[in-house]
Each structure stands twice: as structure tokens, then as C-alpha cells.
Antibody, heavy 121, light 107 residues
Framework: QVQLVQSGSELRKPGASVKVSCRAS????????MNWVRQAPGQGLEWMGW????????TYAQGFTGRFVFSLDTSVSTAYLEISSLKAEDTAIYYC??????????????WGQGTLVTVSS | DIQMTQSPSSLSASVGDRVTITCRAT??????LNWYQQKPGRAPKLLIY???NLDTGVPSRFSGSGSGTDFTVTISSLQPEDIATYYC?????????FGGGTKVEMK
């Protein structure tokens, strides 16, 4: 069965960086695109962007350019989200979420369990 | 960007009640509309895709309808396990956008 297992909660100070991992299993990793979705505490879902797992080409939503980087290690079927120069407002749960398509994003079929990133001094 | 507006933002209903949640898009999104269910403390889960197609394992008491800019998801007979927040999401254009969510509580 399809599983997306994310790395554990992180606590960082403002200005630091964090890298969240998302290990996929149960399907061909490079056959489906991967989305990243943010959920601030008590808030709704916000789409951050996606990465084509075949080409490695990332697409970022407005507001997630510059400090946010999507990457892959296809040898271990893992997607990564790295956030640099962390701010308090980056405190949120970050989800990786597999799409039903490869070269576009449409239906988010499977979600990781989420990784809580807390930014606090 | 296409904005998605859900109503109501929350509702309280009894077991067995019929519950309807609406989602309105700021432009025609054809049938490019999905619904997700998020239970407290859990990741979201796909509920309905392409307006009216239930994902695998979703009970038949859930249904979706609509086209263009106005969509609904209906729970025909609310069950305790349906307590959750429901989100619509469009994929007509990037960025993907979600509605603000509708929190369903038990009366």
C-alpha cells in the first residue's frame, strides 16, 4: 500500500534552517508528482508547490519562493523540503502529498502524516 | 488565483442528519474540484475527486455535485466518525487552492 512517512517534529530558532524528509513506499516513486502543503496552527491548508519526481523540476507557489526548496533523492524514494532563514510565522505542520499525475498536479491522493516545524527563540 | 469559498465555516448536527457543505469558486473550474476530510490531529484524506467520484473506501453516504463555480458535498446521514473539517480544492489553474474549511461537529 502507498505510504508517505515524514521525518519527526523539529524545533528551530529564528534564522536557522530545517530539512523535512518524506519517504515514499508502495508505488513507483518517479511516476507521480509530489505536492507540499502547509497548515499553520488552527488554520486551513495552503499549497506550497510541487515537484516532478521524474525530472526533479520544482514549481513554487507565490509566497514560497526563495527560502523554500523542494528536492529529491530518487535512489531512496524520498522527497525533501528545506526551509532556510526560518521565521516564527513558518511554524506549521508541513505535509508531503502524492498526486495522481506526474507532469501536473490535480488530485492529491495520498498524504504523509505531517511534520510539525516550530520556530521559536 | 482562483479563490475557493466554503460555507458554512462550521456546523453542528445530530447523528442521522443530512449535512450539506458548499464551495464556490471565483471562476469557472469545470469539474476540477476535489474534497478532503481532515479528522482532528490527522492528515487530510481524499474524500471525493472530480466533483462526484468517491475515493476508494469512502462510504456511500457521502456524495458530491456541482459544476462551473458552485459545488456541494453532502453527508446523507451523519455518523460520529464523520466529525472532521472538510476542504474543497480546485485544480483548474495553478496555484492549487483550498477552501477555508468547514468544521462539522456533533450536536
Amino acid at each position: 500500500q502507498v505510504q508517505l512517512v515524514q521525518s519527526g517534529s523539529e524545533l528551530r530558532k529564528p534564522g536557522a534552517s530545517v530539512k523535512v524528509s518524506c519517504r515514499a513506499s508502495g508505488y513507483s516513486f518517479s511516476s507521480y508528482s509530489m505536492n507540499w502543503v502547509r497548515q499553520a496552527p488552527g488554520q486551513g491548508l495552503e499549497w506550497m508547490g510541487w515537484i516532478n519526481t521524474k525530472t526533479g523540476n520544482p514549481t513554487y507557489a507565490q509566497g514560497f519562493t526563495g527560502r523554500f526548496v523542494f528536492s529529491l533523492d530518487t535512489s531512496v524514494s524520498t522527497a525533501y523540503l528545506e526551509i532556510s532563514s526560518l521565521k516564527a510565522e513558518d511554524t506549521a505542520i508541513y505535509y508531503c502529498a502524492r498526486d495522481s499525475a506526474l507532469s501536473k498536479v490535480t488530485i492529491i491522493e495520498y498524504w504523509g502524516q505531517g511534520t510539525l516545524v516550530t520556530v521559536s527563540s | 488565483d482562483i479563490q475557493m469559498t466554503q460555507s458554512p465555516s462550521s456546523l453542528s448536527a445530530s447523528v442521522g442528519d443530512r449535512v450539506t457543505i458548499t464551495c464556490r469558486a471565483t471562476q469557472d473550474i469545470r469539474d476540477n474540484l476535489n474534497w478532503y476530510q481532515q479528522k482532528p490531529g490527522r492528515a487530510p484524506k481524499l474524500l471525493i475527486y472530480d466533483v462526484s467520484n468517491l475515493d476508494t473506501g469512502v462510504p456511500s453516504r457521502f456524495s458530491g455535485s456541482g459544476s462551473g463555480t458552485d459545488f456541494t458535498v453532502t453527508i446523507s446521514s451523519l455518523q460520529p466518525e464523520d466529525i472532521a473539517t472538510y476542504y474543497c480544492q480546485q485544480y483548474e489553474n495553478l496555484p492549487l487552492t483550498f477552501g477555508g474549511g468547514t468544521k462539522v461537529e456533533m450536536k
